[in-house]
C-alpha cells in the first residue's frame, strides 16, 4: 500500500469515527476507545492507555480475547480497530477483541541497552504482567487469549517478552523485527531460554520486515530474523507456531504486519 493511499485512508476514518472534542477527556468513553491510566508502582510513573472495546460488548456478557499494543496514538490506534473490525466482522476470522494501547512509553521501557541487566525492559515487562494485565482484566470481561503487538523499537520489547516470558502472551507480533546493535545478546539470551522448550508449547509468534526498510543495511535486521528463525525451529520446532515474513514492496512497520498477523494466529487455531 502506498503511503499517499495509507493516509487517505486513515484520514477517511478520522473524520468518520472522531469528535476532536472528545478525543481527550479522561475515562471518556468515544467511539475510537477510552482514554484512562495506571498509576504503577513498579515504574513510578503514570501510564496513560487507551482502551476499545468491542462494538458488541455492551450488547452480551461474554468475554473476549485482549490485542496489546506496545506503545500507541490515536492514529496507530484508528488502524489496529479497522485492522480488527474488517477480519472480526468483515470477513469473519478473527473473533471481536478488546484492544489497549499504552500512549507514554520511552527507550528505557523496551530496550535492552544495559545487556546485563535488563533492568528497564523487565521493569516495563513486570508492569504489565502484574499492573495492566490485572488491571484490565478486572475491569473489563476478557479470556485469557493475550496478544503482544509491537513495532519497530516496541517489537525489539515483543521479542525480549516471547524469549524472556513466552507465556505473559498467547501470540507475539512483530513488525519490523530486529536485535539493533545487540543480536550477541539476544542469540546467546534465545539459547538459554529455549533450553526450556516446555515453556514455549503452543505459543505463536509472527515477525515481519519490509525489503525498502531503510534500517536494513544499518542493523541487518534481514540476517538477525532469518538466523532467529532458524534458532526456533532447531530448539523449539513444531512446539512453537511460527512465521517470518518479508514484504517485497514495504519499508519500515510494513502496513499490513497486524492483519496478516492476526489472520496467521487464528488460522492456525483453526488446524489444532
Same mark, same amino acid.
Given at each position: 500500500m502506498t503511503k499517499a493511499i495509507k493516509i487517505y485512508f486513515i484520514t477517511i476514518i478520522l473524520i468518520g469515527f472522531i469528535k476532536p472534542s472528545r478525543i481527550y477527556g479522561q475515562d471518556i468513553n468515544i467511539k475510537i476507545g477510552i482514554r484512562d491510566s495506571i498509576k504503577s508502582e513498579i515504574l513510578q510513573d503514570v501510564r496513560k492507555i487507551m482502551i476499545h472495546l468491542p462494538?458488541?460488548?455492551?450488547?452480551s456478557d461474554k468475554s473476549y480475547?485482549?490485542?496489546y499494543q506496545v506503545k500507541g496514538d490515536t492514529v496507530s490506534m484508528l488502524e489496529i480497530v479497522s485492522t480488527v473490525n474488517r477480519l472480526a466482522l468483515g470477513e469473519e476470522i478473527i473473533p471481536e477483541m478488546i484492544i489497549v494501547a499504552?500512549?507514554?512509553v520511552g527507550g528505557k521501557d523496551v530496550w535492552p541497552t544495559d545487556t546485563t541487566t535488563a533492568k528497564g525492559v523487565n521493569d516495563f515487562q513486570s508492569f504489565f504482567e502484574k499492573e495492566l494485565i490485572p488491571y484490565i482484566g478486572k475491569k473489563y470481561r476478557t479470556t485469557d487469549d493475550r496478544i503482544l503487538f509491537g513495532q519497530s523499537t516496541t517489537a525489539v520489547f515483543t521479542l525480549y517478552t516471547f524469549i524472556t516470558k513466552p507465556k505473559m502472551f498467547n501470540s507475539y507480533i512483530a513488525s519490523s523485527g530486529a536485535f539493533p546493535?545487540?543480536?550477541n545478546y539476544f542469540i546467546a539470551l534465545s539459547l538459554k531460554s529455549f533450553q #526450556?522448550?516446555?515453556?514455549?508449547?503452543? #505459543?505463536?509468534?509472527?515477525?515481519t520486515n519490509g525489503l525498502k526498510d531503510p534500517l536494513i543495511? #544499518?542493523?541487518?535486521?534481514?540476517? #538477525?530474523m532469518t538466523d532467529f528463525s532458524n534458532l526456533v525451529m532447531e530448539k523449539l520446532g513444531n512446539r512453537v507456531v511460527y512465521k517470518y515474513l518479508t514484504y517485497e514492496n514495504e519499508g519500515?512497520?510494513?502496513f499490513h504486519?497486524?492483519?496478516d498477523g492476526l489472520k496467521f494466529i487464528y488460522k492456525s487455531n483453526e488446524k489444532k
Open positions: 462494538d458488541s460488548y455492551s450488547k480475547p485482549v490485542l499504552i500512549e507514554n546493535f545487540c543480536e #526450556q522448550f516446555e515453556k514455549f508449547n503452543g #505459543q505463536k509468534i509472527f515477525i543495511a #544499518q542493523v541487518n535486521s534481514l540476517q #538477525q519500515h512497520v510494513p504486519s497486524l492483519f
